[in-house]
């Protein structure tokens, strides 16, 4: 059943006047941060209300304008909308007290210009989650696109410059240059850009040119490269020169999961499995993905700079999604989903920890952190239990991606992928292990005492330690996200 609301325009709203009352109190710290906890706050309760229509299997639809017969303005809600939109609400919450911690601390400049892109970014990602047709997705895509250009070159220096052209460059490149003739095609072909009502039928007629599909579908599947799909990847290592919190924002936030979400609803709802599978379109992505989740994961292991090494976990962890999706099964679709709220909770503190040691200790080398469980054991606590969830251990939730992408993988019987996700979690473990191991088991392991720890502010450490506990319990209680992916399942 589909409801005719505008509900879903709330949130985005929401984040509309926050922005506008964080700018207005560039003189005034304290309200400024104030409005960024008020309107993080209120989007996710106003997200959060749309959860139990789409739990009794309901759908929520509004058109706000129609430009061109079959191109609308048009919003949509159901499960796969709201497991993002729900991500990138609450994770603002967690990022904005510590953006209050990380830039108090660092007496950073420009904040009214830093806190503003960063409400804007989610108001794209709230777009791009509740958007009823590509052209919608498009609009709010480019809005996040242009508003962290300002996150990535916040320093303003040389090295935040450069980061920030390179990003600009792949990600306005792509979207000109193979999202829009992907869409031009789309609509030529299938006389619409509004998605589908259900998953299996996608929007393409039966009659159409297999030809002409596949190059659409390659299009968008590289046109999207905030996904960070190989060989489109670059700019996410590049753009690490931007404070923490911005990493934080890219790589668990709004930025790259705006691209996996993307692809995932294009191949869902545009194309839908049942051509995905007859063309077998899906078991080459799961194929092109699998070589990202490989390779990205072998340059990690030799990346000394814990944000490096970070950031190349991004790119692998990111095309677990997509696999999922690409399996074209219950089982493989809901743990590429379900990765989007896994890995959020999981990647955000993981940056948050990289920021937290930097502002106690300065420190950004893995070689330099022996020994520094000691002196920050909440931090290096909470960054050894997202580890495990990027691992793929039981209890984190990493853990539940892992186990739904394997039994999807033997459902259809396909070996090739069965290796790659096991060879993929050793990898895993080998750039991961070795920073918890050097932390805790390495270096000065006795004597230390209170003094010696040396904590970032308990606005920092507190969101971390919580995000850490929650990767737990979505490990421990995976049946809400779970949930909603089946509410979108024929």
Known sequence: ???????????IIIVLITTILISLSKKRPNVREFWSVAGSVLTFISVASMVPDIWRGQTIAYTLSTIAPGISLNFRVDGLSLVFGIISSFLWIFATFYNIGYMRTLNEHAQTRYYTCFAIAILGAQGVSFSGSLFSLYMFYEIITIFTYPLVAHHQDAEG????????IYLMGTSKGLLLPAM????????????????????????????????AYGLFIFGFAKAAIMPLHNWLPSAMVAPTPVSALLHAVAVVKAGVF???????????????????????TAYLVSFTILAASVIALTKDDLKA????????????????????????????????????FSKITLFFCAGAIFVATGKRKISDMEGIGYAMPFTMAAFAIASLSMIGVPPVAGFVTKWYLLNGALEIQNLPIVIVLMVSTILNAGYFAPITIKAFFQGKKSGWSRSDIKEAPATMVV????AASISIALGLFPDFFVGLVGRMMP
């Not at 993307?262 to 080459?284: D, K, N, P, T, W």
């Not at 969101?463 to 919580?466: A, F, G, K, L, S």
């Open 184 to 215: 031009i095609l789309t609509y030529v072909l299938a006389g619409t850009l509004d998605f589908a009502d259900n998953i299996v039928t996608g929007i393409f007629r039966k009659e159409t040119d297999c030809l002409w599909v596949a190059v």
């Open 161 to 168: 410059y450069a980061g920030a052209k390179k990003y600009t």
């Open 262 to 284: 993307c692809i995932s609803r294009v191949m869902l709802s545009v194309f839908g499995v049942e051509l995905l599978q007859a063309s077998h379109l899906g078991l080459y």
């Open 463 to 466: 969101p971390i330690v919580i």
């Open 1 to 11: 059943m589909i409801i005719d609301s505008a509900r879903p325009l709330i949130p």
């Open 309 to 344: 090494r970070l950031a190349y976990s991004t790119v692998s962890q990111l095309s677990y999604i997509v696999l999922g999706v690409a399996l074209l099964d219950v089982s493989g679709i809901t743990g590429g989903i379900v990765h989007i709220a896994n890995h959020g």
